[in-house]
């Protein structure tokens, strides 16, 4: 069946230092993917997304590019803030309108 | 707006306590979802719902029930609580379009002691 596999965390950082949390996927066909994020105590809210191959998502400094050819969807920001801190979470849709989750990584963002 | 409203937002049951846990949203949207979060293992998908009156199986379905009598709410049943059963569970919402956002309520705290 469909997967997605996230780097494990948690993933500690400086403020404005770079980011870059891997995302591979496991599926039959074209799907959609999407990162979405977690605040603490909050529930999931999309940060981006993208529908088709070669398709970059972008949204508040975060970027991801849809790899076909390596079947990944990794998030980066050039300069993390510490408000960036959070849980993200890659995931794939396809029939059904299914999403599918990868496990979650935390970023941590030191002042 | 409201978007995906989850109640309770915190319960604890004892084992072999039942409950529902209710998922409400204003946005219109044909597909409804519950999921349960723990450490380590993402979101798992329990069961979900393609249009009022119809529900499905998803990953983890075992002692839980759902039913979805009007379109805009989702319950979620367990009829006899197990420890295994301790997550945070999230009600999500989308269209009929695979490209479109699932939008997620706050999340509902379970501890089943």
């Known amino acids: 069946g469909d997967s997605v596999t996230q780097m494990e965390g948690p993933v500690t950082l400086s403020e404005e230092a770079f980011l870059t949390i891997n995302c591979t996927y496991t599926?039959?066909?074209?799907?959609?993917l999407f990162w979405y994020v977690q605040y603490p105590g909050e529930g999931l809210q999309l940060l981006l997304k993208?529908?088709?191959?070669?398709d970059k998502g972008s949204n508040k400094g975060f970027e991801a590019t849809y790899r076909k050819e390596t079947t990944s969807f990794h998030l980066e920001k050039g300069s993390v803030q510490v408000s960036d801190s959070a849980v993200y979470f890659c995931a794939l849709i396809q029939y059904g309108n299914k999403l599918v989750f990868g496990a979650g990584t935390i970023l941590r963002v030191k002042s | 707006n409201a978007g995906v409203t989850q109640t309770p937002k915190f319960r604890v049951l004892k084992t072999g306590q039942s409950m529902t846990l209710l998922c409400a949203q204003d946005m219109n949207h044909e597909y409804m979802y519950w999921y349960r979060q723990d450490p380590g293992m993402g979101l798992r998908l329990i069961h979900y719902s393609v249009g009022e009156g119809t529900t499905a199986k998803g990953e983890v379905p075992d002692g839980y029930n759902v039913s979805r009598l009007k379109k805009q709410n989702f319950l979620l049943g367990l009829e006899s609580a197990a420890p295994s059963q301790t997550s945070v569970y999230f009600c999500a919402s989308s269209q009929q379009n695979r490209n479109t956002e699932a939008f997620f309520g706050q999340g509902t705290r379970l501890t089943v002691v």
């Open positions: 599926a039959t066909g074209y799907p959609s």
């Open positions: 993208a529908t088709k191959a070669d």
